[in-house]
């Protein structure tokens, strides 16, 4: 080695031991609940399992599809596809990527335990071609697919048997295995330790097959569940990213030396379901019968709802009012259907009357306190509305660890949720959320069981009809038939407020993930 080459030597080790420097230090309300990239279908959960993990297809900054552990795709017939895969990249442990862990992953989203059925239940097979080339093939023309699997994460075969960890971790049993604290993944960011609700820090992977554009070469994520600690901690520079920022507290934040708020509207929709399958509510005063299996008793509830005094002085203004389950910049909105029905409590009144119900009900309202923004003073204030129409909310707010497993079990009567759909399409929400539910996956996130065969019968038509009015016709359709059902009760969007130190420079995608790659931090 001559002399010249022992200075870029130099050079690039003092460059590398500079850029080590680089930390971004990350905190949000609540945690990860896994590493496993297919136990919990959950926004902050994919968000951050989707550093260390990757699908064939990804997302670029605008949401457009994007090439990942694909470099192409293509239909070979109405409902085959065909994807090349990306040569010479290694998982973590330095093991090739080939066919086989796709065939492993796709199949490993089907099992016992997996909460990603429902972006996989309408694969027919996936078939190795050769190591870099995969078909898959779908039940019936699919062609959203790509859109569809770009949330599926590909995992290692071979890790995942030698770790025996070949099924996920089912978060409504707390189930957990070595998938739950360790990773090995494709992704720009390596797991380096998982300390579950105290800390969790990621490593740049050296041997990324992409371009990271940032400079974080550590990032920390760190848990901080009280609104004023989470707050207090960026206006200190104790951290240097947080999310989200109470809505009373933007204007503190915007207007402190070191720091700014990042708002932006958020494709995710918040609504309040029903159990409408059981023949009596397991938590609720009424005996024998299901009050929320009478759409007056439903009708009731939402037009109990004081939606604008919800925007204004719970959320401030940070919210938008929907009268559908998804939002503007989701494809299938229609803003022509975007209407609520009237807040009307003397309506309401007569309608629970008219149901059998003169002094009302009591029933029990599941919660989370730290997973959308003002969760808990969303529901303490519909609490407040339906006490005015006799209805008697015993209200159980708790923390989203223990809140999902159990309204994912269906252990619930009346619950809050959020969604946000993960292929930008209307499709996802009614496969999701309102489609009857079944053992496949469909109708997975359906909590409260609400069915109309109808709806059932769109969803599949949407799912495979090419031609782009008529899909349009029949989502419209679609969501008709539930708005009418009162299927479930539509809250709003909420806004995006992302606390952020002046010294660092992110992307704010309206999907809410936080991509590291894209984290700068300047000295």
């Known amino acids: 080695m001559h002399f010249k080459t022992h200075l870029i030597a130099a050079a690039a080790l003092c460059a590398a031991l500079g850029a080590q420097a680089q930390t971004a230090r990350i905190a949000n309300q609540g945690d990860a609940l896994s590493m496993d990239p297919h136990s919990l279908n959950e926004s902050l959960q994919l968000s951050v399992t989707g550093n260390v993990y990757e699908a064939l297809v990804g997302r670029n900054k605008d949401l457009s599809l994007a090439p990942a552990l694909a470099t192409s795709w293509r239909q070979t017939s109405p409902t085959v596809w ?4 990306r040569k010479g990249v290694q998982f973590h442990d330095g093991k090739p990527f080939t066919a086989d862990d796709v065939l492993f992953s796709f199949a490993r989203t089907q099992v016992e335990g997996s909460d990603m059925k429902s972006y996989t239940n309408d694969v027919k097979e996936v078939r190795k071609v050769n190591d870099h080339v995969v078909e898959i093939e779908t039940k019936a023309p699919f062609p959203i697919l790509p859109d569809v699997i770009s949330l599926v994460f590909i995992m290692s075969k071979k890790w995942a048997e030698d770790n025996q960890a070949t099924r996920p971790v089912d978060r409504r ?46 990032v920390i994520f760190t848990p901080i569940g009280n609104d004023a600690t989470r707050v207090a901690a960026l206006l200190s520079g104790e951290i240097d990213v947080m999310e989200p920022v109470p809505v009373q507290d933007i204007d503190r934040v915007n207007g402190s030396a070191n720091a700014k708020v990042m708002v932006g509207p958020e494709l995710r929709t918040i609504f309040l379901g029903m159990d409408q399958s059981r023949n009596e509510l397991l938590y609720s005063s009424v005996k024998g019968k299901n009050p929320f299996k009478d759409k007056r008793v439903r009708q009731a509830f939402y037009q109990a709802i004081n939606i604008d005094g919800i925007q204004k002085t719970v959320m401030r203004g940070a919210a938008r009012p929907t009268g559908l389950m998804v939002g503007p910049g989701i494809n299938g909105f229609d803003s022509g259907l975007n209407k609520r029905l009237a807040y ?37 204030t519909v609490a407040a509305n339906l006490s005015r129409i006799g209805v008697k909310i015993n209200l159980a707010a708790e923390t989203k660890g223990t809140y999902f497993p159990k309204i994912l079990r269906r252990d619930t009567s009346f619950y809050l949720l959020g969604w946000t759909p993960g292929t930008y399409d209307a499709h996802n929400a009614l496969n999701a959320l309102m489609a009857c539910p079944d053992d496949k996956g469909t109708g997975q996130f359906n909590l409260g069981s609400y069915c109309n065969p109808k709806v059932d019968q769109l969803t599949k038509a949407i799912q495979s009809e090419t031609d782009k009015a008529k899909r349009g016709a029949m989502i419209k359709e679609a969501f008709e038939v539930h708005a009418a059902d009162v299927g479930h009760l539509p809250l709003h969007q909420q806004s995006l407020a992302w606390g952020v130190s002046k010294k660092v420079d992110l992307v704010q995608l309206a999907d809410n993930f936080m991509p590291f790659k894209f984290i700068t931090v300047k000295k």
């Open 344 to 380: 009307d409590p003397d309506g309401a009144k007569k309608l629970l009357a008219d149901a059998g119900y003169p002094n009302g009900f009591e029933v029990t309202m599941n919660c989370p306190n730290d997973r959308y923004v003002n969760d808990a003073r969303i529901c303490q």
């Open 173 to 218: 049993k707390g189930v957990e295995n070595a998938a739950s604290f360790r990773a090995n993944g494709t992704g720009p960011f390596r797991l380096r330790e998982r300390q579950p609700n105290v800390r969790t820090t990621f490593v740049r992977n050296g041997n990324y097959w992409g371009k990271i554009e940032g400079n974080v070469q550590e």
């Open 82 to 85: 065909r994807f090349e895969l």
